[in-house]
């Protein structure tokens, strides 16, 4: 997979740009505030359908164009190639007036011309970022973990999208009925509707990430163990907020380093243990008003050595795990989709050591297309430089190696 050409109009600082973009290494240099970043982040808008950078889409719309009271249309087009076809996906993000002088952000998703839904948009371009923010991978909190699952399955798992979607809503609206019951009364029954969607939804979640993660786990595992030189042994611990694996009666679940096998875990079995349990705490649940189990409180953590890395690793220790993790996540999406994603790395280089660099651009090397932004070319090698595209990015203005 390779993205061809990308046009952006009236996203971040760029007006308008239309590039063709060549296979394999793209270093796009340049002072910081010049566009570089925004570049990767319309490229990663266009496989996940979310911002790194913010969580408020308006924010993407040029801000000089978002000031006017007409309606301003923001707008990205990648076009690309997977599996021998060309592809073209496009957003459109659309401030239309309201009132006086409001405006409502509209979102629009086309795919080879057809307007469609983002959870049917999802997964047709894959890309994996790295980011020097992404140690809240790690050392964030449990939602930021939550987002990087549910960004990163979205884009392999063909249904994911919408059964995460579907599952939302149905939280949303048993959490309301709980609050009903819980300030006027009613009956509890009302809540069997909404715990067979939840328990559902819920359990094919659990067991798609019970799967990835012990995918993901292998592989970054043996990448950690190469870039450690054997030192250290990553694990991911995945810990749902409704665990599908039996607790022997009259004990207590204790907190343990061993690695759980959940693997022969099946669907039904997840879906009827989770629905036991969401009626088990009907009474607990109204008082509170929310529903306290489920995937929308998983944890994920990251150990070296049996080491919490978010609350004791150095940011050494931090850094190598994200290596090994945005690697492996590379290797995830071959082998699921039998196609490279795409690789974002935005100013990657100087947060690791000179090894570390040297370990990142050997495993490039394999990749289809990488895309790399930086203020110092001296942080790359000069074999690395002389094989790669150069383009340095000026004030939202790209000048190619040749101009």
């Known amino acids: 997979m390779h993205l061809t050409h990308l046009s952006l109009t009236n996203f971040r600082n760029f007006s308008r740009l239309d590039i063709d973009l060549p296979k394999q290494s793209l270093l796009l240099v340049g002072n910081n505030a010049q566009g ?24 993407l719309v040029n801000f000089i164009a978002a000031r006017s009271k007409e309606l301003t249309v923001g707008r990205i087009v ?30 629009e998703i086309l795919l080879n011309g057809v307007k ?33 699952l549910n ?20 939280i949303t609206q048993r959490n309301a009925l709980l609050k009903q019951l819980g300030e ?24 798609w ?8 786990e292998t592989l970054a595992s043996r990448v950690h163990h190469e870039l450690t030189h054997g030192d250290e042994i990553l694990r991911l611990s995945y810990q749902p907020a409704y665990d599908p694996l039996p607790n022997p009666q009259n004990q207590y ?56 890395l978010g609350d004791y690793g150095s940011r050494g220790q931090m850094r190598t795990a994200l290596l090994s993790l945005k690697l492996a996540e590379v290797d995830w999406m071959k082998n699921r989709s039998g196609e490279w994603p795409l690789i974002l790395l935005d100013e990657v280089m ?24 930086t203020t110092d070319l001296e942080l790359f090698t000069e074999e690395f430089v002389e094989q790669a595209t150069v383009w340095e990015i000026k004030k939202g203005k790209v000048v190619k190696g040749e101009d």
Do not use: C
């Open 116 to 148: 469609r839904k983002t959870s049917e948009a999802i997964g047709h371009l894959n890309a994996v970022l790295f980011v020097p923010q992404m140690s809240q991978i790690l050392e964030g909190s449990p939602s930021e973990r939550r987002r990087y």
């Open 78 to 107: 990648a076009d690309f190639q997977s599996k021998g076809r060309s592809q073209r996906l496009e957003m459109r993000l659309i401030l239309e007036p309201v009132g006086v002088n409001g405006k409502r952000l509209r979102k």
């Open 253 to 308: 679940a204790l907190k343990m380093d061993t690695k759980t096998d959940r693997s022969h875990l099946e669907f039904d079995s997840i879906k009827e243990g989770f629905a036991e349990r969401l009626t088990a705490l009907r009474s607990e649940e109204i008082a509170r008003g929310v529903t306290t189990v489920g995937p929308h409180r998983d944890e994920l953590r990251f150990l070296a050595n049996s080491i919490d």
């Open 151 to 170: 960004q990163t399955l979205s884009q392999i798992i063909p249904a994911y999208a919408r059964t995460l979607s579907e599952y939302a809503q149905a």
């Open 350 to 373: 100087a947060e690791l050591d000179p090894q570390r660099r040297r370990d990142l651009l050997a495993y490039l090397d394999k990749s289809e297309q990488t895309l790399l932004t």
């Open 209 to 216: 990430r019970i799967q990835a993660i012990n995918e993901l």
């Open 36 to 59: 570089k970043t925004s570049i990767l982040e319309a490229v990663y808008f266009m496989a996940a359908f979310t911002s790194f950078q913010t969580h408020t889409d308006r924010q």
């Open 184 to 207: 006027r009364g009613g009956d509890q029954n009302q809540l069997a509707f909404w715990d067979e969607t939840v328990s559902s939804r819920g359990a094919q979640l659990i067991l």
